[in-house]
């Protein structure tokens, strides 16, 4: 079966696929060597059948060394980006150390990104990698995804862009965006599918011991909200609302008590933050809890109460919109301490 599937791809694409990975400075080199791993390994995996490699697989650069991983590395780019020609797809590695500041330092790629998607070529990016691609300008008014920990950072300098940290991958229009570190694994299979077949991912995702349909990453994200603005005001309600996530918190209730009206802190809050008043108090509560529930035995049901829940379904519910797991699941995933009777929830 295998075997048919495999001959089936002679018919679905008439010549190789041409895949070009950004050699940028302060790459993580990882994210570079495992991205053209990964397509190197489907070649074998044909060839071991009988059939030509389908990926041509090259790293493109702006000089004739680059530095990786802050320096350890050097690399000698393929090509220079200037002798690119019928690019399929541009694989753009994720950034080591600050991402806006490394993506500044690679910025003469942004205009070469642009030109080559207006053409019709195919860009995804690893992880922080997402600030080059930002930097582009091709991902304005569209989806993005990124490690969470630069969410926030992503948020305040492309404010046209969607980020939806809590996706593993994104898919939209030819340009395509991976969550935090090694979720670059499950995009790298994602366009193995993509150009191949199934069975071709499943084959690859067994060799790389990689769980293949991950699709969200809100489980693993530590919510930090954003205080990289000036509106000192709203600086004092997060502090307030982070302060007292233990108690019945309401969007009039703290309007009042900061001498502001509801419709004027729900539109700083928002501008500021990129959350509403709702969302941020939910948030701030959910982390309470994922720290209660990653450590000790105390029951589900305490844990609701202790961050300022009362009703079951409502603390459910949130959790779930936030984590992308119940409080049980949550639980039995990060703690181990043996606690039980909480299956209800």
């Known amino acids: 079966f295998f075997r048919r599937c495999l001959r089936h791809l002679t018919y679905l694409h008439l010549r190789m696929v041409n ?8 790459a993580v080199i990882g994210s570079v060597s495992d991205s053209a791993h990964v397509f190197s390994k489907v070649n074998e995996f044909l060839g071991e059948n009988g059939l030509p490699p389908l990926f041509r697989i090259r790293l493109v650069g702006l000089t004739d060394k680059v530095s990786f991983s802050n ?5 000698t780019p393929d090509v220079h980006i200037d002798e690119v020609e019928n690019a399929d797809l541009l694989i753009i590695p994720a950034l080591m150390g600050n991402a ?8 003469d790629y942004a205009p070469w990104i642009a030109m080559q998607y207006k053409r019709g070529v195919e860009v995804a990016s690893l992880c922080t990698g997402a600030f080059l691609l930002g930097f582009s300008g091709v991902l304005s008014g569209k989806k993005c995804t990124t490690h969470w920990a630069y969410a926030n950072e992503f948020r305040y300098y492309y404010p ?16 395509y965006s991976s969550g935090g ?37 809100s489980a693993f994200i530590i919510f930090q909200g954003m205080k ?33 009206t509801r419709r004027t802190l729900e539109r700083r809050f928002r501008k500021a933050t990129r959350n509403t008043v709702t969302e941020y108090i939910q948030r701030v509560k959910v982390e309470a809890a994922k720290k209660m529930l990653e ?3 105390r029951s589900v049901n305490d844990i609701m109460v202790a961050v300022g829940y ?35 929830y």
């Open 19 to 26: 895949i070009f990975i950004l050699a940028l400075k302060n």
């Open 71 to 75: 320096g350890p590395y050097t690399i």
């Open 100 to 107: 806006t500041a490394t993506a500044y330092l690679n910025k």
């Open 160 to 175: 046209s862009v969607e980020v939806v940290d809590e996706h593993v991958i994104t898919d939209q229009d030819g340009l």
């Open 181 to 217: 570190s090694n979720a670059y694994w499950n995009l790298l299979l994602y366009l193995v599918e993509k150009y191949t077949t199934r069975e071709m991912a499943i084959r690859t995702a067994k060799f790389f011991v990689v769980d293949l349909d991950k699709s969200n990453q």
């Open 228 to 260: 990289d603005h000036d509106d000192e005001v709203i600086i004092r309600v997060q502090n307030y609302i982070e302060e007292s996530f233990a108690r019945r918190l309401g969007v009039d209730q703290i309007a009042e008590q900061f001498h502001i």
């Open 295 to 297: 450590t000790g035995k």
């Open 310 to 344: 009362s009703d079951v379904q409502t603390f459910r519910e949130v959790f779930k919109w936030a984590t992308g797991m119940t409080p049980i699941e949550y639980r039995n995933k990060y703690n181990h301490s043996g606690v039980g009777g909480d299956s209800v």
